[in-house]
Structure formats: structure tokens, C-alpha cells
């Protein structure tokens, strides 16, 4: 908006907040191209897409639009400052400026949807959500595959963070989510049998380690007490998890 003049456009769903902020700072220049004066201040809560611009993002296509319209309307002597407002509360006027602005959003909402384009990363996060959603049904052989190590521990499909792990922590906490170690299946390719606890004489297997061996279970209780690999991975911090391997001296096998 700009004094009385309030420009709005309603953009479809799947864009995402960076691409509607760009199109709003579009639209900005579309007043002033209309204009008749020539020094203006756009005023934008967009950081994101004022750093875009700023750093000539060329490959967002709403950036490349904007600088080539800003190069133009700079051109024919009008003078453009950017100026980006980090929150709007005690600033003068903007109780005015967000009412004007609530009345436009009002007004898109009946509007058509204009056809625009979105980039393709606006649709990642939905297409993320449909394929979850057909792998995890459609693949029935995920619902049906409770015989797969990793089932058992993740029957509902969906992303495991373990940002706060370092990079070899996170690569050993997948391997025992997948039940699959150096120590418990390098047999396979070494072609000898497979191990056996030394203690209980019973197959060597992370979940055999994780919470069966009684040889552990003193050990096991300082850390955590769970009836199910599911459980534990769901409950137990991914640090205590790796504590506990690491006082049994299993940390350096995985
Ligand atoms: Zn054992």
C-alpha cells in the first residue's frame, strides 16, 4: 500500500511465504511505475527476500523480475530506497498501514486466484507430505513389513532429526535403528556364522545388546529401562542412548 493506494492479489496456496513476500515487493513497483512522483521508500517485513534481492538471487524468479523493473523505473530517474522493518509494532502510522492491509487480505480472499508461477522448491514441502503419505499406505509393504528391522521402530514413516548429534554419532544411531552393525553382520560378507553374546551365547543383535542381556541390565538401568526398540528410540534421548553404548563398550563395534 502506499497512502491511499492499496494493491492486492490473491496467489495460490502453494506458494510459500518467501514467494508471496516477493510478490508483494512486486507489487510495490507496480504503484510506483503508476506514480508521478519519483522518490520512494519501499518498506518491507520480507528480510529474506530484501537479502535476495540485495545478493541478486537471479535464479528465484521473482527476484530476477523485481531487479529488472527496479533497473528500469531507477533508469527513468526515479529514486527506490528498501528499507526493511524488523517487526511492526511502534512504528508510526502502521496501525493505520496493517488495517489497510488486513482489509486487502480480506478482499483477496474472494478474489480469483491469480496465475502465477511458484518455484519448484514452494512444492517440496507438500509433495514431502503426499509421498509420506503413499508410501506409508500404498506401500503397504511398509504397513505390511513388520518383519524389516527398522518397522519395528518406525511403523509410521516421517523424518528422524538428529541435528544435535555430531556426524559420526548420527551414523551410528541410524545403524541401530536399522539393526544393522559392523559387529552383528559383518559375517555376512566374511561368510563365517553368525556371532553369539558371550554371555548369553544367543545371537549378537543390536536389540540383544540394547535391552536383553542381563550381562548389561545393571549398566542398561543407569541409562534406561524399555520394553521395546520402538520405545527406547522414541523416549530415550539419542545421547543417552549413545552413553550407554559407549560404557558397554559397544560404541567402537557399531
Ligand atoms: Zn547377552
Known amino acids: 500500500m502506499s497512502g491511499d493506494i492499496v494493491k492486492s492479489l490473491r496467489i495460490t496456496s502453494h506458494a510459500s511465504i518467501f514467494t508471496a513476500e516477493l510478490v508483494a515487493l512486486n507489487l510495490a513497483l507496480d504503484i510506483i511505475r ?3 512522483l519519483i522518490k ?17 538471487q537471479l535464479e528465484t524468479a521473482y527476484v530476477q523480475k523485481f531487479i529488472i523493473n527496479y533497473c528500469q523505473l531507477v533508469s527513468a530517474g526515479n529514486s527506490i530506497t ?23 487480505a480480506k478482499a483477496a480472499l474472494t478474489s480469483t486466484v491469480s496465475t502465477m508461477k511458484c518455484l519448484a522448491s514452494d512444492f517440496i514441502p507438500e509433495l514431502t507430505m503426499l509421498y509420506r503419505e503413499v508410501w506409508q499406505a500404498e506401500i503397504a509393504e511398509w504397513d505390511g513389513c513388520s518383519a524389516n528391522k527398522l518397522h519395528s521402530v518406525k511403523p509410521h514413516l516421517g523424518y528422524c532429526s538428529v541435528t544435535h548429534l555430531s556426524h559420526r554419532d548420527a551414523a551410528i544411531l541410524r545403524r541401530l535403528r536399522i539393526g544393522h552393525t559392523r559387529v552383528t553382520h559383518k559375517y ?42 520402538k520405545e527406547l528410540f522414541e523416549n530415550v534421548d539419542a545421547t543417552t542412548i549413545m552413553d550407554f553404548i559407549k560404557e558397554v563398550n559397544f560404541y567402537h563395534l557399531v
Do not use: M
Not at 40 to 56: D, E, K, M, T, Y
Not at 83 to 99: C, Y
Open 34 to 36: 503508476r506514480s508521478r
Open 188 to 229: 555376512l560378507l566374511s561368510g563365517h556364522s553368525q556371532p553369539l553374546c558371550d554371555e548369553c551365547q544367543c545371537s549378537l543383535t543390536v536389540k540383544h545388546i540394547l535391552l536383553e542381556c542381563c550381562s548389561l541390565k545393571d549398566v542398561r538401568e543407569k541409562y534406561f529401562t524399555c520394553s521395546s526398540l
Open 40 to 56: 520512494f521508500v519501499i518498506f518491507s517485513g520480507s528480510l529474506s527476500g530484501l537479502v535476495a534481492i540485495r545478493n541478486c
Open 82 to 104: 528498501l528499507i526493511w522493518i524488523p517487526g511492526h509494532t511502534g512504528i508510526r502510522g502502521n496501525e493505520r498501514g496493517n488495517e489497510r492491509a488486513d482489509e486487502a
